[in-house]
């Protein structure tokens, strides 16, 4: 009886023990990927802690929670890339923003984030997704940088470190407009970019608009709430003749043609930024035509150093 007795305890503890290892196994299982909805209601299996992540244009706010992506946005064969991050994209390979399905396959990406729901249209996600997890991020006129950029950390399971990241981006935001309102009080400004000979200038509510008008809280000249009103991009082609009645007092320039023949047109050099010598000019490397928490606070330290000098 007992040697019958000691078989069955056995048995019972060797299922037991088979239960145990099979729940560990299933828990250990479930915990190595998270489901989210993305902003096209799909939903993403993810990994718990993506190691391998492509996030075309979505680079900055994966460098600022400490994810190096496996590659990195350009266009115009690698000639155009977001060189601000240069430092932390060292010897990261580039990747047209097309984001060609054999470059993608190429990268061996856990997770591809999509920054614009047009970038999957036309059956593109199915496509991707055979690839890789892939997750739309929140995007669109109406969502905020602040919104995106939550949303990126949240994908890559960095939630806590993006929260860290705005804390910190808002207390530099605080002292720096407390600075301008005691050194530049009451002052417009207005951004522009001149390339192939035509300008651009940005919409209130995007890249760098969202900075100075949004954050920054400068006056925003009537020109830009004009032409924001119509705004289809961030940036808006705007003529020669509507520039003559650009009524900032600093203006910040991108310029990526400084040959420009306009330049030299009496009608760019009577703006009233120019001809007061309040025209502040930066180059394809500086971070002015992006937006993210490394690209604005490059611009910030840009506005500081020219406005209150």
Known sequence: MKKSKFVRVSVYLTLLLAVFLTACGNSSKESSTRTLTDSMDHKVSIPAHPKRVVGSYLEDYLVAVGVKPVVQWSVKNGSGTQEYLNKDLKKVPLIDYSLPYESVTKAKPDLILMGTDSAVANGKYNQYKKIAPTYVVKNGNDVSWRAQFLDVAKAVNKTDKAKKVLKKYDKKVKSARSEL?????????????????????????????????????????????????????????????????????????????????????????????????????????????????????????????????
Do not use: C, H, R
């Not at 417009?188 to 192939?196: K, P, Y």
């Not at 209130?204 to 920054?216: E, F, N, Q, T, V």
């Not at 009103?229 to 009645?245: I, P, Y």
């Not at 910040?252 to 009233?272: C, E, R």
């Open 181 to 309: 309102e005691e050194s530049a009080p009451n002052k417009s400004v207005a951004v522009l970019w001149v390339t192939n000979n035509s300008a651009f200038i940005v919409s209130d509510k995007s890249a760098s608009g969202s900075l100075l008008y949004g954050d920054l809280k400068l006056k925003e000249p009537d020109l830009v709430k004009q032409v924001s009103k119509k705004a289809t991009a961030d940036w808006s082609a705007v003529s020669l003749e509507k520039l003559a009645k650009l009524d900032a007092d600093y203006i910040f320039l991108v310029n990526s043609d400084k040959d420009a023949s306009m330049f030299k047109d009496p009608i760019w050099q009577n703006i009233s930024a120019v001809k007061n010598d309040k025209l502040f000019q930066y180059g394809d490397d500086s971070s002015w035509q992006y937006k993210g928490p490394i690209a604005y606070t490059e611009m910030i330290d840009n506005v500081l150093k020219d406005i209150t000098k």
